[in-house]
């Protein structure tokens, strides 16, 4: 059992909005400026969304955004496209551990 | 630009060691710590542990001790990950990735098979 919660799965059509939300607790989401998203492609390796809650890395598309309310952060895609049809997994530091934890992913698919 | 470029599959029988490599390039070495990940099919990552890229100090995350060697060679801006006594449940794909919390450049994974 992963230490962040995530939905299975998420889908939605081309154009419109998802959020994939992040539950954890005040020893990591909550209580942390370190929480990032990434997606991966099957067979390929985790390319970094968003980082430090809303901070997007150069050449990600603005169409990706982060959030967080208490103790659970979100990755809203707007104007969805076929490519962005993958999995996504939400990170944040953990206070328990003293290491980055991980979500169980999420798998958005692009009707 | 920032590449990780990490050593070729491996198979081994349970009980024997493996060492894995990282090579890092576009960006100077001694600068960035490079965290190791281990992600199990149909799972989702999890972090391993770290090694400082000036100092060589390395932290091991809860599950990742003893067994697990991190180390690295500055000359050649590489980083090594050894598993020793290997174990069926250490079969997964293991990534390197550059800076802790934000694991921003990744490799392109290793696989390894532990199976007799």
């Known amino acids: 059992q992963s230490a962040l919660s995530q939905p299975a799965s998420v889908s939605g059509s081309p154009g419109q909005s998802i959020t994939i939300s992040c539950s954890g607790s005040?020893?990591?989401?909550?209580?942390?400026?370190?929480v990032s998203w990434y997606q991966q492609h099957p067979g390929n390796a985790p390319t970094l969304m968003i980082y430090?809650?809303?901070s997007r890395p150069s050449g990600i598309s603005n169409r990706f955004s982060g959030s967080k309310s208490g103790n659970t952060a979100s990755l809203t895609i707007s104007g969805l496209q076929a490519e962005d049809e993958a999995y996504y997994y939400c990170?944040?530091?953990?206070?328990?551990?003293?290491?980055?934890?991980f979500g169980g992913g999420t798998k958005l698919t692009v009707l | 630009q920032v590449q990780l470029v990490q050593s070729g599959s491996e198979l081994r029988k349970p009980g024997a060691s493996v060492k894995v490599s990282c090579k890092a390039s576009?960006?100077?070495?001694?600068?960035?710590?490079l965290v190791w990940v281990r992600q199990v099919p149909g799972q989702g990552p999890e972090c391993m542990g770290w090694?400082?890229?000036?100092?060589?100090?390395?932290t091991h995350a809860q599950g990742f001790t003893g067994r697990f060697v991190f180390s690295l060679d500055a000359s050649v801006s590489t980083a090594y990950l050894q598993i020793n006594n290997l174990e069926p449940g250490d079969t997964g794909v293991y990534y390197c990735?550059?800076?802790?919390?934000?694991?921003?450049?990744w490799g392109q994974g290793t696989l390894i098979t532990v199976s007799s």
């Open positions: 576009g960006y100077i070495f001694n600068t960035k710590s």
């Open positions: 990735a550059r800076e802790i919390l934000r694991f921003d450049y």
């Open positions: 430090e809650v809303t």
């Open positions: 005040s020893s990591d989401v909550g209580g942390y400026k370190y």
């Open positions: 990170s944040s530091y953990s206070s328990t551990t003293n290491t980055a934890i």
């Open positions: 090694i400082n890229a000036n100092t060589g100090d390395t």
